[in-house]
């Protein structure tokens, strides 16, 4: 037996092809022995890496660069979008562009393909193996099934004996046919999830290949398809024939021996749901950690990752913190005002809406654009949705009285409403206002709605004016309000001396849900946070963990809660999952 090609064996130098490898070559993919090594790197390439054998692949290797073939690509031109090294940056063919550090893109990237790897593994694809499972059970039953129903047939037909033989052939060949379709329409649905499934294996085996590589190009060039991974399939159902017998009547033999209702095959919209990993709520909540942000007036938080975390407030500056809360980067908002709201996008790139001037501005690559401009409504609160749409609040500008304020203009002229828009194109794809009765969904005043989507694609919204939590279905049709919870009383550890100021009243402002479908909604004035179920449910209150005045809210993918504290501008983190 060839040890050096034997499965059981332990790696062995690629050279001798006989000594065990000590250590590795990066940059040439060569495992060595230590006597190799001085024959691997004296030869005329003058850049080899050798690394332990249990460090292997631990190199970052950046992609050479096109221009100056002995340099090697530091950086990413953000005009050009292309590699570059340092003799480019330098150059007068990049002059007055700005670079970014490839290194830095290369760790958000493989932070991005570990997330998507996990999902895949964890998620997505115990999901389709359930669904195929599921119909491949459907199909198995479907014999049974139609043999029972062509007994009873055939005991119609023996009754009436022979002068219904014609009529029960006849059905019978219905119920062949029927049978046929039903299970063509089946394994047609079956053959499509498989076919979505390798798709999927596909992308999985890719991702190992790229979480596992260290080949900055291979990593920062791939594209993720788990968003569309992340939208089901519509679920097919079929709804069997049924047989109706009926009296015996000669003259109407069809009729007497009963018809068929036909196969109806028909797709379900979010019929299949992911199977997510459950969690528990902790018995006892607790705090983790803080960013203390240094501004006061703290309002919106949201993550994209552990090194991603944005907040804004009543200033003109949004900052961005890594998960240790040191500052990475500091955008002013081009009105110079106090922007609404933040968001990301799904590909990383910040957005914020500006009510100064009616738009809404995207921050890619460095460079500020302006996505949306509304003329006549107030954009404030946003949400990315999971398939990559923006989702706007806002109401509807109104003339106020000369020398009025916010607090004294007359708010019953506002108008609220929810836009979803496409990210690509910024079109208007679907607005939320009115319930099927024609009466508004959300009270009419100028005061934020804080947004966001669940799990099950309902839209979940925080009317703080209303006293409710307001929750729509993916076409916008109401499926309940929560108007609070009598356990809900105001936190004692902020409980004013003066009774008479005490705040019992429901008052919700920030909104986000877990991986679980659950809503967390922050009770500002009570101290208090909600978790409620998707479809309502009251389920217990965070009321342990130090929050005063807990404004905006945000679970993060590890289902770790980001808590705004608004007068102390600090982001507090609390794990309430098991």
Not at 211 to 225: I, P, Y
Not at 307 to 317: F, H, K, L, P
Not at 361 to 387: A, F, H, R
Not at 390 to 403: D, I, R
Request: proline residues 3%; contains cysteine; charged residues 30%.
């Amino acid at each position: 037996m060839n040890l050096h090609l034997s499965a059981q064996d332990v790696p062995r130098c690629d050279l001798c092809e006989n000594a065990l490898a000590s250590s590795h070559s990066d940059f040439c993919f060569i495992n060595l022995c230590r006597p190799c090594i001085g024959e691997h790197i004296g030869d005329e390439y003058t850049k080899h890496k050798v690394v332990p054998f249990n460090q292997r692949k631990s190199t970052v290797i950046y992609p050479m660069c096109t221009t100056h073939e002995s340099q090697r690509c530091e950086f990413q031109c953000n005009e050009c979008h292309i590699f570059v090294c340092s003799l480019c940056v330098s150059s007068d063919t990049h002059n007055g562009h700005t670079f970014s550090n490839l290194f830095e893109i290369y760790k958000f990237k493989k932070e991005i393909t570990e997330k998507d790897k996990c999902e895949l593994e964890n998620i997505i694809c115990p999901t389709y193996e359930a669904i195929i499972t599921e119909i491949e059970s459907g199909v198995a039953k479907i014999d049974g099934e139609y043999e029972h129903l062509s007994a009873a047939v055939i005991k119609c037909g023996e009754e009436l004996r022979k002068e219904i033989e014609i009529a029960v052939e006849k059905l019978n060949g219905d119920i062949e046919e029927m049978r046929t379709k039903h299970i063509d329409v089946l394994q047609k649905h079956l053959e499509e999830i498989k076919k979505t499934r390798s798709d999927i294996q596909k992308s999985l085996e890719t991702l190992r290949e790229v979480t596992e590589s260290n080949d900055v190009a291979l990593v920062v060039e791939f594209k993720s398809r788990n968003k569309e991974f992340f939208r089901l399939p519509q679920k097919v159902e079929v709804t069997g024939p049924k047989f109706d017998p009926k009296a015996i009547d000669r003259q109407q033999l069809n009729q007497v021996i009963g018809t068929l209702l036909p196969l109806s095959p028909r797709s379900v919209e979010h019929g299949y749901t992911l199977k997510m990993p459950a969690k528990c709520l902790q018995d006892d909540p607790e705090l983790i950690g803080a960013i203390d942000t240094g501004s006061r007036k703290l309002y919106s938080v949201t993550c994209y990752s552990d090194v991603n975390i944005w907040i804004c407030g009543r200033y003109s500056t949004m900052k961005c913190f890594d998960n240790q809360g040191s500052l990475i980067k500091s955008v002013e908002t081009k009105s110079g005002e106090w922007p609404c709201d933040v968001a990301v996008t799904n590909d990383g790139d910040m957005i914020y809406s500006d009510w100064a001037t009616g738009k809404i501005n995207m921050i890619e690559n460095g460079q500020e654009k302006e996505i949306i401009y509304l003329e006549e409504w107030d954009p404030q609160n946003l949400c990315v949705t999971s398939s990559g749409d923006l989702l706007v609040t806002m109401s509807s500008v109104e003339e106020w009285e000369e020398g009025g304020d916010e607090e004294d203009s007359d708010e019953e002229m506002i108008q609220c409403k929810i836009v979803r828009y496409s990210l690509t194109d910024a079109k208007e794809k679907q607005t939320i206002q009115f319930d099927d009765k024609g009466n508004p969904l959300f009270s009419g005043n100028r005061y934020s709605k804080y947004i966001c989507e669940n799990k099950n694609y309902d839209i979940c919204v925080a009317d703080s004016e209303a006293g409710e939590v307001v929750v729509v279905n993916e076409a916008g049709n109401l499926r309940f309000r929560y108007r609070g919870h009598p356990s809900a009383a105001r936190n004692q550890q902020y409980q004013p001396k003066d009774s008479s100021t005490k705040i019992n009243t429901f008052n919700p402002i920030g909104i986000t849900t877990d991986s679980q479908s659950q809503i967390l909604t922050a009770d500002c004035p009570n101290h208090l946070i909600h978790i409620l179920d998707k479809d309502g449910h009251f389920l217990r209150l965070i009321d342990n963990c130090d929050l005063y005045s807990p404004f905006d809210l945000f679970v993060d993918k590890n289902d770790i809660l980001h808590v705004t504290e608004y007068n102390i501008g600090k982001v507090k983190k609390v794990k309430y999952l098991e």
